[in-house]
């Protein structure tokens, strides 16, 4: 059975940076397109960036050019380094694992709480 850890939230200040961690357990890591999303109170939970098993990345407007995801495949590992953050990147940061014709995989979540 897939599991996802996630660990690296935390308090900062408006425009400070945190580097969040996914590890993954019982999945082949590797043939996953891994993923960050996150949920704000009383808003629906949205995508920030997801990375292929090829490398290939894909961000959210709102995080472009500030947040970069990447991957350790020898680590089972994703990371979402943040920075420049604002109020506006608070919420529970979600890890998540896809994989063709495979279910999906979450995490439990890791708060980040941005203050101004």
């Known amino acids: 059975q897939g599991q996802l850890v996630e660990s690296g939230g935390g308090l900062v200040q408006a425009g400070g940076s945190l580097r969040l961690s996914c590890q993954a357990s019982?999945?082949?890591?590797?043939?996953?397109?891994m993923g960050w999303y996150r949920q704000a109170p009383g808003k629906q939970r949205e995508l920030v960036a997801t990375?292929?098993?090829?490398?290939?990345?894909n961000y959210a407007d709102s995080v472009k050019g500030r947040f970069t995801i990447s991957r350790d495949n020898a680590k089972n590992t994703v990371y979402l380094e943040m920075n420049s953050l604002r109020p506006a990147d608070t919420a529970v940061y979600y890890c998540?694992?896809?994989?063709?014709?495979?279910?999906?995989?979450w995490g439990q979540g890791t708060q980040v709480t941005v203050s101004s």
């Open positions: 998540n694992a896809q994989r063709r014709f495979q279910r999906d995989y």
């Open positions: 019982g999945i082949i890591f590797m043939l996953n397109t």
């Open positions: 990375i292929t098993s090829g490398g290939g990345t």
